[in-house]
T-cell receptor
């Protein structure tokens, strides 16, 4: 799987938007960009994924650069419950059995 | 919403003893996984399982580890002779299909403490 680079930590204020960046300059044309998060004392949780176009779901939005070498996870209004470690992971559509390779992620702190 | 459930939430075992961690994946899912996370470290892939056999395994998954889906609902991870360094959170995950856009759904883990 291609490597991703994320900041170690970010801070946000409650009810403000949060933009979590991810660089993946070696992404291949068949790699999907997945985001997961891990709340304290819980297992990882799927957030969103995309291939080329920007994506929205009830949890977040994913903005993908035109050259696909970077992406940004957008939380539109951060809540205290969004404090977690966020992981950006690439999954090859031609890959085998789908095991995820987790990096260190970005630890998001949300201040009231 | 369907969930992956794991039992027990916390397991304390003496070094050298066998331990079995249990998982009930989401019912119509076909692909199953175990991961572990040592305290303060990254989540690490252990093994994937499909069609009643191991699909892939990492270097961590040595001969002391085994997986089984004995009855079509449970998915178990067995560690035959536990070591201190096996202390970690163990997460089970499942997903419905093989396509790389299919998300994995994780349980909340079993904390394994080896004494």
């Amino acid at each position: 799987d291609a490597k991703t680079t994320q900041p170690n930590s970010m801070e946000s204020n409650e009810e403000e938007p949060v933009h979590l960046p991810c660089n993946h300059s070696t992404i291949s044309g068949t790699d999907y960009i997945h985001w997961y998060r891990q709340l304290p004392s819980q297992g990882p949780e799927y957030v969103i994924h995309g291939l080329t176009s920007n994506v929205n779901n009830r949890m977040a939005s994913l903005a993908i650069a035109e050259d696909r070498k970077s992406s940004t996870l957008i939380l539109h209004r951060a809540t205290l419950r969004d404090a977690a470690v966020y992981y950006c992971i690439l999954r090859d559509s031609a890959g085998s059995q789908g095991n995820l390779i987790f990096g260190k992620g970005t630890k998001l702190s949300v201040k009231p | 919403e369907p969930e992956v459930t794991q039992t027990p939430s916390h397991q304390v075992t003496q070094m050298g003893q066998e331990v079995i961690l249990r998982c009930v994946p989401i019912s119509n899912h076909l692909y199953f996984y175990w991961y572990r996370q040592i305290l303060g470290q990254k989540v690490e892939f252990l093994v994937s399982f499909y069609n009643n056999e191991i699909s892939e395994k990492s270097e961590i998954f040595d001969d002391q580890f085994s997986v089984e889906r004995p009855d079509g609902s449970n998915f178990t991870l067995k560690i035959r002779s536990t070591k201190l360094e096996d202390s970690a959170m163990y997460f089970c995950a499942s997903r419905w299909g093989a396509a790389s856009n299919q998300p994995q759904h994780f349980g909340d883990g079993t904390r394994l403490s080896i004494l």
